[in-house]
């Protein structure tokens, strides 16, 4: 937390060594954001470099009284959410869910991740769009339903329901993979 | 089965995607190449801070006053929506409010300081020196304290404060005697953000609030300062020598619920790297103190710091510059004329060291006058040869602001 604190004040000077130690110590925890939002590597590639660039670029004029950590979860959550309006294609369909996830280990893949990741991913895919969303950004994102429910500008009610049929669905396709 | 909760726990701990190296580097890159493009397109012109700018005229300072804890509240109400962020309300009561109920502190502090010497000197390249302090809230505006390293220690017990450097020189001084500098605000605890609110409208530092989940789950106030160096440091001699001649950093943790002050670590800024200089490392509140804490037994060899008097022939003392001052301190010195001496090192008496150390010394050279910082009296460079043939180059620092308006040494041996 001071260390945040510490890094923040070095990065507004126009330290070097603080924005690659902000850009390492946040870079997998967003890429992963972006992924369970995206599930596209590619695309999450894309936000997450998106991010930091405008970041880099922002220090003389960086006046953050906030964590820096949900500052930047912030801006992945908006730009991914951009990508998401921008591309109509909406939440990826099985098919195409498993092919990328099942891609990702490849020997010149740009995200890596553990078979237990990609098999949570797979499954996070296969939700429907506004639940997938809500899982991301409950769980991967750190924001409460509160928080949520205003970034869809809908009721916490509304959120908490999608949370839980998202969760339930999980459950479901997670079960009926171990009973293969 | 997986339970809801496992499918919970399981996407929190184990979904996580990691950047190739290739990635990592290539996106570095991009990064680092976006920042350096950034320093390049601003103005190459340095533009004076608005601070300042506000902080001269006095028209505007009562304004800039209201500005700054309005700008206080938007900046965690406004800053990131969509975080937990501190309302205003609470951000002003704990800004204005002292924390009621508060009966007694202990802080444990360390800083890079030497320590025989005073509490406010700091220095980026010394030692941690542990600080003790004990702050009695007895209900009057100065209450009880007693501020304490190995090498020094004030009490106020109320009504005066004493100093004590030990082993024997001791200063006595009232309600307000400064002897303790930076640590005084500190000491109340009850008003800390108070002062630091205080110091933003008349130094122009910059404070920022964040809400934090802190180590042990609970809810925090982080509060960051940043400071700029106060005075003039065309000669940079007392720059980094005091918090307050130096740019840092503040960051303060409170408990958001009880709004008590828990940790504090100071970083000054170099050109290479950020030096931590002073941090709480404990902080005890409503504990008992002991209340000989808050008396002093001084020794009974006590040499008396005391404030210059009218001499005799004072006006022939009033005339001397800084430099002649100087030379004629270093000549009384060499001279071994403690008579002499003594006028310009206002003591009730020479200490027999100081003999030893400084007696028959041979001046090398006395320099020009300067100025550095805030130091209202001036500083003048020397270089001395001691009995033993070390050399010794130092500035002494003199001041003329007491009553015989006459200059005396005060500091830089």
């Keep these: 937390m001071i260390e945040d604190e510490l890094l923040k004040w070095r990065f507004k000077r126009g330290s070097k060594d603080a924005l690659q130690r902000i850009y390492e110590k946040y870079l997998n925890h967003l890429l992963t954001l972006a992924m369970a939002l995206l599930n596209d590597a590619g695309r999450a590639e894309d936000v997450v470099h998106d991010v930091f660039v405008s970041f880099a670029g922002s220090a003389k004029d960086f006046k953050l009284g906030g964590n820096l950590k949900s500052y930047l979860t912030t801006c992945v959550i908006n730009r991914a959410r951009d990508q998401i309006r921008a591309n109509r294609r909406g939440p990826m369909q099985l098919e195409t869910a498993e092919s990328v996830s099942s891609n990702l280990n490849g020997p010149d893949q740009a995200i890596v991740c553990s078979e237990e990741s990609q098999r949570l991913n797979c499954a996070i895919a296969q939700l429907p769009d506004e639940q997938r969303q809500v899982i991301a950004l409950r769980l991967k994102g750190e924001l409460t339903f509160s928080q949520i429910a205003k970034l869809h500008n809908v009721s916490i009610n509304t959120i908490q329901g999608r949370y839980r049929y998202g969760l339930n669905k999980l459950r479901s396709v997670l079960n009926g993979e171990v009973e293969k | ?413």
């Excluded at chain 2, 400084?358 to 003048?380: A, H, M, N």
């Design chain 2, 1 to 413: 089965m997986r339970s809801k909760d496992n499918v919970e726990e399981a996407i929190k701990k184990n979904l996580s995607f990691t950047a190739s190296a290739e990635l990592h580097d290539r996106m570095l890159d991009d990064v680092l190449n976006a920042q350096e493009k950034s320093k390049k397109t601003k103005s190459a012109a340095t533009r004076p801070r608005i601070g300042r700018i506000i902080m001269k005229s006095s028209i505007t300072k009562l304004a800039a006053a209201a500005v700054i804890i309005i700008a206080i509240a938007l900046a965690t109400v406004f800053m990131n929506k969509s975080i937990p962020t501190v309302s205003a309300q609470e951000v002003l009561a704990l800004a204005t409010k002292a924390v009621s109920n508060l009966r007694s502190v202990y802080i444990k502090t360390e800083i890079r300081t030497i320590a025989r010497d005073n509490f406010e000197l700091i220095g980026l390249d010394y030692d941690f020196v542990p600080n003790e302090m004990w702050k009695e809230f007895d209900g009057t505006p100065q209450g009880k304290w007693r501020i304490e390293k190995s090498g020094r220690v004030v009490v106020m017990d109320g009504e005066s404060s004493l100093l004590l450097i030990r082993p024997n020189h001791a200063a006595a001084g009232g309600i307000n005697t400064g002897f303790v500098g930076w640590l005084k605000p500190l000491l109340d605890v009850d008003k800390v953000l108070d002062s630091e609110i205080k110091l933003a409208q008349e130094q122009g530092s910059e404070l920022l609030l964040t809400h934090q989940i802190g180590l042990d789950g609970k809810d925090k106030l982080l509060v960051s300062v940043e400071a700029f160096a106060q005075g003039d440091f065309t000669n940079d001699w007392l720059k980094n020598k005091s918090i307050s001649a130096s740019d840092n950093l503040r960051i303060y943790t409170f408990d958001a619920e009880t709004k008590l002050l828990e940790t504090l670590e100071v970083y000054v800024h170099t050109d290479g790297e950020d030096v931590m200089v002073l941090q709480i490392t404990d902080i005890e509140y409503n504990t008992e103190i002991d209340p000989t804490l808050f008396a002093l037994e001084l020794p009974e060899d006590v040499i008396w710091l005391e404030r210059p008097k009218e001499l005799p022939d004072n006006e022939k003392y009033q005339q001397m510059g800084p430099r002649e001052m100087t030379q004629a301190f270093f000549q009384a010195c060499a001279d071994e004329n403690w008579d002499e001496f003594i006028k310009f090192w206002p003591t009730s008496a020479v200490d027999q060291r100081l003999k030893d150390y400084l007696g028959g010394i041979e001046i090398i050279s006395v320099g020009d006058p300067f100025k550095s910082g805030r130091y209202p009296g001036w500083f003048v460079p020397y270089q001395i040869k001691f009995k033993n043939g070390s050399i010794k180059k130092m500035n002494l620092a003199v001041r003329n602001d007491n009553p015989a308006k006459r200059y005396v040494v005060d500091g830089g041996i």
